[in-house]
């Protein structure tokens, strides 16, 4: 049936870490804008991650909390609400010299990571 969209049965897990309609309003429903956001997320957040860890094994709670803000940044302009609050979360105790906060917030943001990434990558696979 040609008026099926395509992309339905893979958005399930997708819904898990991101608000789609809001998503999908932001890129006003053009789905190859869609795929290439996507697609940048995919290749940008690892090193962002690994930027927020290595400020934080350099004990440089400055850098750490602008790599934090740069996380909650690219995930919140892509709906990724939750891993946005954690990076959020994560920015603020860097600011205060929380470290335990850092250390607590960024173990459960590297798991919300790793599953928003295999749910990114099971859409884009199933494209």
């Not at 400020?55 to 709906?79: I, Q, W, Y």
Request: zero cysteines; glycine letters at 8%; charged letters at 25%.
């Amino acid at each position: 049936m040609s008026g099926v969209n395509r992309l339905i049965p893979d958005y399930a897990l997708l819904k898990r870490f991101v608000n789609l309609p809001d998503l999908l309003a932001r890129v006003e429903d053009d789905r190859d804008l869609l795929t290439e956001l996507l697609i940048l997320f995919q290749e940008e957040i690892p090193g962002l991650q690994g930027a927020l860890h290595h400020t934080m094994d350099a004990g440089d709670l400055t850098e750490a909390a602008r790599a934090a803000h740069a996380l909650k940044g690219v995930l919140g302009n892509l709906s990724m609400k939750q891993g946005a609050l954690l990076a959020s979360t994560i920015e603020t105790a860097a600011v205060a010299g929380d470290v335990p906060k850092i250390k607590e917030t960024l173990t459960a943001f590297d798991s919300e990571m790793v599953a928003l990434l295999e749910a990114v990558d099971t859409f884009m696979a199933g494209k």
